[in-house]
T-cell receptor, first 111, second 116 residues
């Protein structure tokens, strides 16, 4: 079966660093995606990992360990606008097209 | 920056009616998708479409659902006879390729469907 787990909620303050974890158990693996979703809006693409290691993109970084079925999204220098849901999604199969999403982590950033 | 567009933004319909949700994917993208998100729940895959045929579909995508690319730009999702449980936000997405750089799926703003 498919299982993607993320914490439901996290809180942090402006300027801080936060790490959002994601563990997955899927029948196959062809990459992990992180998306940001503000309330009532569409998911927007943040990062993609298919090989082990860290991918850095500005204030956002994403890490993957395939052997552990584990990823995290690291957000630095938090801003109020980073308050959103962060969705972890896995593509299981190179020939497959579906993204399997976790339930998302709602991050609240306060001043 | 190119984006996926969807119409309408909101649709209210009576149970049993047919609805068609419309999407214009990013112009040079080759793979098209529909997802849905019931309020407060996770995003769920419905169907993917490539080269004028369905590539993959989920258990949700039963005989009540169909997809079509009627011309070179539009991509539609039809629900033949809506049920109350079809009420959700429906997202269209597109990607340039399946694997490697360029495989990220870009989502449209969604159509909120309410079935009464």
């Amino acid at each position: 079966g498919q299982n993607i787990d993320q914490p439901t909620e996290m809180t942090a303050t402006e300027g801080a660093i936060v790490q959002i974890n994601c563990t997955y158990q899927t029948s196959g693996f062809n990459g992990l995606f992180w998306y940001q979703q503000h309330a009532g809006e569409a998911p927007t693409f943040l990062s993609y990992n298919v090989l082990d290691g860290l991918e850095e993109k500005g204030r956002f970084s994403s890490f993957l360990s395939r052997s552990k079925g584990y990823s995290y999204l690291l957000l630095k220098e938090l801003q109020m606008k980073d308050s959103a849901s962060y969705l972890c999604a896995v593509n299981e199969d190179q020939a497959g097209t579906a993204l399997i999403f976790g339930k998302g982590t709602t991050l609240s950033v306060s001043s | 920056e190119p984006e996926v567009t969807q119409t309408p933004s909101h649709q209210v319909t009576q149970m049993g009616q047919e609805v068609i949700l419309r999407c214009v994917p990013i112009s040079n993208h080759l793979y098209f998708y529909w997802y849905r998100q019931i309020l407060g729940q996770k995003v769920e895959f419905l169907v993917s479409f490539y080269n004028n045929e369905i590539s993959e579909k989920s258990e949700i995508f039963d005989d009540q659902f169909s997809v079509e690319r009627p011309d070179g730009s539009n991509f539609t999702l039809k629900i033949r006879s809506t049920k109350l449980e079809d009420s959700a936000m429906y997202f269209c997405a597109s990607s340039f390729r399946l694997a490697g750089v360029g495989n990220e799926q870009f989502f449209g703003p969604g159509t909120r469907l309410t079935v009464l």
